[in-house]
DNA sequence: ACATTATCGGAGGGGTGCCTCCGGATCCAA
DNA sequence: TTGGATCCGGAGGCACCCCTCCGATAATGT
């Protein structure tokens, strides 16, 4: 992410407010894990060990304390870019697109993030297509991978088998293998 | 289906309790469709144009409700694979894959369902299994479907596609056909 | 040590949903 | 038509969640 965040939410200065603050987030990111965007904020702050009214002070609103999650889980998907750049293009994509699978701990909640409509949502997905569509391009270019395949199609295919429920892990991995391999050309 | 359904969930003899009846099952369609297991059953009452009351009496608890709804759409999916017998492998296969994900209104639902555990959900599951195993099964004998696929593999993965959010109809149709792709032999 | 001031946390009012209960409306058979 | 069986529907008690407000608490500078 290049710019500052587009949200007025700051790290508060004394040490048992950042503790806090910090306990909050992890808390949020577990709770929108499981139950997504529509996760109780007072269990939130149940699970963080803190009152509501802490919860409230650091984040005003919900969007708040999602957005701040939420950027933070696509910061990271952004910067695991680079780490498959000097891959071959099948491969490249392949393993970006696992990440963008395991790193998503806000895994329900990313699905229902690529519909919605706010300025910071629109910045998150801008980031996502600027490092992942070139990855992408690559693999057509290449001929690897089908041209007539969107990187919106790609990215919606494996967020839906994200937030699908497999057996086992091993399940999860056939299956994205399996969806994958509709990507390639034949 | 070929047993009485499993709950003990009957229609009303009078008329006015039928019509009451139909309507909740209607509505009860619509909104688990919409929003998943967790819809109000007060919203669903409403849509209904029913009190709370009627919708309890029919339908002493939640499960009740669901239960009726699901099996109905089960149902209705079991019979669709007649329908598709006498086309060629892979044709049947994916025509009544595309029947899983256009029959459904319960959307969200049946993908929750999969997980679910229940006397009834376990028969339902069996029942479509029954229904459409066969097909993968035929698919895999002509050569067409490879052969490290299982049934279970599929309605996972076609189930996560359903219940995540496209732009239209078209991109759904488009991305479901590239995973559908990954199931053929190479 | 102590005052200052940021921070805490939960009580409480308003909203919605769950489910029960029963007085009153409605249907239908005779 | 009419009486009894059947069915209706919403009021009301309980639980959970949202969000605000403010007295109590604890960190920090001097």
Redesign the interface.
């Known amino acids: 992410m290049s710019a500052e965040s587009p949200v007025a939410v700051r790290r508060p200065q004394r040490a048992d407010a950042r503790r806090n603050f910090d306990a909050l987030l992890a808390a949020a990111r577990e709770a929108f894990g499981e139950h997504g965007t529509e996760a109780s904020l007072e269990d939130i702050a149940r699970r963080a060990g803190v009152g509501i009214g802490t919860l409230y002070r650091n984040f005003p609103t919900r969007q708040d304390l999602f957005e701040t999650v939420y950027i933070g889980e696509i910061e990271q998907l952004c910067r695991t870019a680079d780490e498959v750049a000097d891959l071959p293009p099948w491969e490249a994509l392949v393993s970006w697109l696992h990440r963008f699978v395991a790193y998503t701990a806000t895994k329900r909640a990313i699905?229902?993030a690529?519909?919605r409509d706010s300025a910071m949502f629109r910045h998150c997905r801008s980031e996502i297509y600027r490092v992942g569509e070139p990855l992408l391009a690559r693999a057509q270019a290449a001929g690897t991978v089908?041209p007539?395949?969107t990187f919106?199609?790609t990215l919606?295919?494996i967020?839906?088998?994200?937030?699908?429920?497999?057996?086992d892990a091993a399940?999860r991995e056939?299956?994205l293998?399996?969806?994958?391999?509709?990507?390639r050309t034949?």
Chains 1, 2 share one sequence.
């Open positions: 699905s229902e690529l519909n089908r007539d395949v919106d199609d919606r295919m967020s839906g088998l994200t937030a699908a429920g497999f057996v399940q056939r299956v293998g399996i969806a994958l391999d509709g990507l034949r």
